[in-house]
């Protein structure tokens, strides 16, 4: 199911958008009367994907444009260790707990590179992702 929820098969990529670094984990995400969900996220140079696993092998995807993400933050929790928090308008929208520190790193550095961009935040260089 790991390299399922990773894969970015069959999802229409923007002209010249690149599929930066998951993070796979749990997911607390509203839909329907669920809550938590098995699930990636996973960053590209334009938007941010979630992947979630529903019944059984099925898996629902929906990209966030970064224009409307207000917020990202992280936090470390005693019991449940790092948690990742999307906020959409005020309220978080997504979260994800159980983050390994190690890939966390990368995935927020890509994210908040490409997400200024975006929102124009931080001038456009070329770029040598891939």
């Given at each position: 199911m790991h390299k399922k929820l990773k894969n970015m098969e069959g999802v229409e990529l923007f002209e010249n958008e690149v599929v930066g670094p998951e993070l796979i984990g749990t997911i607390e995400y509203v839909q329907g009367d669920r809550y938590e969900f098995y699930g990636a996220i996973i960053p590209t140079t334009h938007r941010l994907f979630i992947k979630i696993q529903?019944?059984?092998?099925e898996i629902h995807t929906?990209?966030?444009?970064y224009k409307d993400i207000t917020g990202i933050s992280h936090e470390k929790l005693l019991m449940v260790g790092t948690m990742l928090h999307i906020w959409i308008g005020e309220k978080i929208e997504i979260s994800m707990k159980s983050v390994s520190d190690g890939?966390?790193?990368r995935f927020l550095e890509f994210l908040y590179k490409y997400r200024s961009r975006e929102l124009n935040l931080e001038p456009e260089q070329e770029s040598n992702v891939g």
């Open positions: 529903v019944d059984g092998d929906r990209d966030v444009l890939r966390i790193d």
